[in-house]
């Protein structure tokens, strides 16, 4: 199949591209590494009158590391420099395939919101934001406030994620991040990340989940007490006990892991 069709507009300003989107409003989508977005059209499951192309927007593809790593909205996930950050670092092998990390953003599979992706799970765990832009201005999004479900999240339509923002690793603190999936490149049946930082622990879900969750976990069985907060609603490939022991493998062994790199 073929999208349908669309107007297509490449804006090479930030305010341009506000305005245009402002002016497309629910009928515009954005198009920055399409990886997830461009399917969609392929398959009309979207079907938007308007596609605002980022990519020549200045600005866009920065890096910048100054107490925190402040990733552009066009920065595709294969990007060296995002191999500084711990958790990032362990995290972007498992998004995708190495061909679609060389297009797809960080931004756009924050933006998607897909359950079952990485790297929202990610930028919860790190405790990050994501920055928006409108005719209103500036606005920052806590990562935790921001995913409110499957392929739904915070923004207006009218919003454009123009940066996702990681706090830099403080001195003792450390990340784990664990997956299963049934082929390297699929998304995970369930996935789990783990922040240690002194006696803080915290821990965040996916895919077995609505979107990513952080859980209130005993730390003295951080797994089973995860388990018992999960409501896992199954598949054809996992069943809901399946999914839930899941979750008690590999939040321990996130935490295992993590307490390990903190203690070294």
């Known amino acids: 199949m073929k999208p349908a069709p669309f107007e297509y507009v490449r804006p ?3 305010e341009e591209a506000v305005e245009v989107l402002a002016e497309g ?5 954005v198009l920055a590494g399409g990886q997830s977005l461009v399917p969609a059209l392929n398959m009309r499951v979207l079907r938007p009158s308007l596609l605002v192309d980022v990519n020549r ?3 866009l593809d920065e890096v910048t590391s100054d107490g925190a790593m402040t990733i552009g909205a066009t920065v595709r996930q294969a990007d060296a420099r995002l191999q500084a950050h711990p958790l990032l670092a362990e995290v972007l092998p498992h ?5 679609t990390r060389n297009r797809g953003t960080v931004a756009g599979s924050i ?11 990610a930028l919860v765990a790190a405790g990050g934001s994501v920055v928006a832009w409108s005719r209103d201005g500036r606005r920052s999004i806590p990562a935790d406030q921001f995913f409110l479900g499957p392929y739904t999240t915070a923004l207006a339509p009218h919003e454009l ?8 690793q403080r001195n003792g603190e450390s990340f784990a991040f664990e997956e299963l999936a049934q082929r390297g490149g699929d998304f995970a049946l369930c996935m789990a990340a783990a922040r240690v930082y002194g006696d803080e622990l915290r821990v965040v879900v996916g895919s077995v989940t609505p ?14 007490s995860a388990a018992e907060q999960v409501e896992p609603w199954g598949s054809i490939h996992a ?15 996130a935490v295992a892991r993590a307490r390990e790199r903190a203690a070294t």
């Open 95 to 99: 998004v995708g395939h190495f061909v």
């Open 12 to 14: 090479e300003s930030l």
């Open 239 to 253: 069943s809901p006990a399946y999914l839930r022991q899941l979750v008690r493998v590999l939040v321990d062994r």
């Open 211 to 224: 979107a990513p969750t952080v859980l209130e976990v005993d730390p003295s069985r951080p797994g089973e």
């Open 25 to 29: 409003g629910d009928e515009a989508k």
């Open 111 to 121: 933006a998607h919101a897909d359950a079952a992706a990485e790297l929202p799970l």
């Open 161 to 168: 994620v123009v940066q996702t923002v990681w706090p830099a």
């Open 57 to 59: 927007v200045a600005g």
